[in-house]
């Protein structure tokens, strides 16, 4: 079992930067891929952002490439997203997820392979 807890949101500006925290507790954090999610009012929740478990592999969401940097920290059992230029349709509740490294999936973006989530941060961009 995996705890997971965010923090870091807000409301901001557009053109202002975040960045987002995630803690995590119990069982071998340091072996779990970690991820960021997004879900807007009326929307599925949609990948941001993944970082494996040694910390050497990350992927984007287009909607985010060059914007956002994910980035972990295994002695603090800490996972970031970084957030900068952000706009209004950005806005959403940012949810942090883990799996185990090894465990088998056809895609690490889906929220399905996923087996931990955290409770959320809203950030709310204004224009």
């Known amino acids: 079992q995996v705890q997971l807890a965010e923090s870091g949101g807000g409301l901001v500006q557009a053109g202002d930067s975040l960045r987002l925290s995630c803690v995590g507790s119990?069982?071998?954090?340091?072996?779990?891929?970690m991820a960021w999610f997004r879900q807007a009012p009326g929307k599925e929740r949609e990948f941001v952002a993944q970082?494996?478990?040694?910390?050497?592999?990350?992927h984007y969401a287009d909607a985010v490439q060059g914007r956002f940097t994910i980035s972990r920290d295994n002695v603090k059992n800490t996972v970031w997203l970084q957030m900068s230029n952000l706009k209004p349709e950005v806005t959403a509740i940012y949810y942090c997820?883990?799996?185990?490294?090894?465990?088998?999936?056809?895609?690490?973006?889906?929220?399905?392979?996923?087996?931990?989530w955290g409770q959320g941060t809203q950030v709310t961009v204004s224009s």
């Open positions: 119990g069982r071998a954090f340091t072996h779990h891929n």
């Open positions: 970082i494996v478990f040694h910390g050497g592999t990350k």
């Open positions: 997820a883990a799996r185990w490294f090894d465990k088998p999936t056809t895609n690490a973006s889906t929220a399905c392979a996923y087996d931990y």
